[in-house]
């Protein structure tokens, strides 16, 4: 059962545009939810988080909107630049939990 | 550098085997978790430990098992490998895993053949 799902596989988008990462989730216990990015060989290292009670939380080129009634998360990256180029991975997190549950990542690519 | 460490980087070894990985957390960090990623997969989530004891645990097969010692490192023991145990084994640490998630180790990669 995939608690938090990312459908799109990849993305590929021109530096300098906007990308747009999605993400849905089914567990209405959820209640922060995180952005993670990921370089091969590296671990992932967190981006962004923001708290069910909100419906966006912004960090420079980072934004990330929250739409409890639709259960979708989304990420704006913008203007986009090749390093951001890597594995963007969302999760979440239950009420009073610590446990972080994954979706599968999304490859970006960011072409110059 | 992340902070948490994770040893041995790569990790080659044949089926039936029994390997050791371990994690040094993120100084002053009590928990430590351990996820799994497959290849294209995500990274699942396989135990947690705080301060010495086990807090969670998730999809984490019989075969493996894990601890936290007093200083707080952990060990993740892989036994009777098979080939699909091949996979990336991340460490992570928080202090505040809801705000600002975790800090995860580098990985080890193991290969199973």
């Known amino acids: 059962d995939q608690q938090v799902k990312q459908n799109s596989p990849s993305l590929s988008v021109q530096e300098g545009r906007i990308s747009i990462l999605n993400c849905d989730y089914t567990?209405?216990?959820?209640?922060?939810f995180l952005w993670y990015k990921k370089y091969p060989a590296e671990g992932p290292t967190f981006l962004i988080s923001?708290?069910?009670?909100?419906d966006k939380n912004e960090d420079g080129r980072f934004t990330v909107f929250l739409n409890k009634s639709a259960k979708h998360l989304s990420l704006h990256i913008v203007p986009s630049q090749p390093g951001d180029s890597a594995v963007y991975f969302c999760?979440?997190?239950?009420?009073?939990?610590?446990?972080?549950?994954f979706g599968e990542g999304t490859q970006l690519t960011v072409n110059p | 550098d992340s902070g948490v460490t994770q040893t041995p980087k790569h990790l080659i070894t044949a089926t039936g085997q029994r390997v050791t990985l371990r994690c040094s957390p993120r100084?002053?960090?009590?928990?430590v978790y351990w996820y799994q990623q497959s290849l294209d997969q995500g990274l699942q989530f396989l135990i947690q430990?705080?301060?010495?004891?086990?807090?969670a645990k998730g999809n984490i097969l019989e075969r493996f098992s894990a601890q936290q010692f007093p200083d707080l490192h952990s060990e993740l023991n892989l036994s009777s490998l098979e080939l699909g145990d091949s996979a990336l084994y991340f460490c992570?640490?928080?202090?505040?895993?809801?705000?600002?998630?975790?800090?995860f180790g580098s990985g080890t990669r193991l290969t199973v053949v």
């Open positions: 923001i708290s069910s009670i909100k």
């Open positions: 100084s002053g960090d009590l928990s």
């Open positions: 992570a640490s928080s202090v505040a895993p809801r705000e600002y998630g975790y800090t």
């Open positions: 999760a979440a997190v239950e009420t009073s939990g610590s446990r972080l549950t």
């Open positions: 567990n209405s216990m959820f209640d922060y």
């Open positions: 430990y705080y301060n010495g004891e086990e807090r």
